[in-house]
């Protein structure tokens, strides 16, 4: 017999919120591995190994030094992958406009219409 999804969601503890407050992970929460960070953003890891060594994401690392990716780390290399395939924009032009953006976010003028997609507020940059 199946119950219906009102059933299962109408009962305490069983609500849709209730469901995403439980998955909800700190933003700077170390988790994801290189190989996991670099499948989710489908590039090479040496790509994200790169960045790194560029200083443009800093990930945690553990006790024997293996690289752990938080979902802050993840945002923010989304970002640098928008702007430089969709907009062709370099490594260098990706840092200044990162800053520029949140520069904008912090004074609360809206950024130009073609890069309103990424959302620098949660960023550190």
């Known amino acids: 017999m199946q119950k219906n999804r009102m059933e299962t969601t109408d009962r305490p503890g069983n609500s849709p919120r209730a469901a995403v407050d439980a998955t ?24 994200l190994m790169m960045y790194e060594h560029l200083g443009m994401v800093q990930p945690k690392r553990t006790v024997t030094n293996r690289r752990r990716y938080s979902q802050r780390d993840l945002m923010k290399l989304q970002a640098i992958q928008t ?43």
């Open 24 to 47: 909800n992970i700190h933003l700077d929460k170390p988790i994801y591995t290189l190989s996991v960070a670099s499948e989710i953003l489908e590039t090479h890891p040496r790509t």
């Open 83 to 125: 702007l430089t395939r969709k907009h062709g924009v370099n490594l260098a032009g990706v840092r200044y406009v990162l800053a520029l953006l949140k520069k904008l976010e912090t004074n609360g003028i809206q950024p130009p219409d073609g890069l309103k997609e990424i959302d620098v507020s949660l960023l550190d940059v």
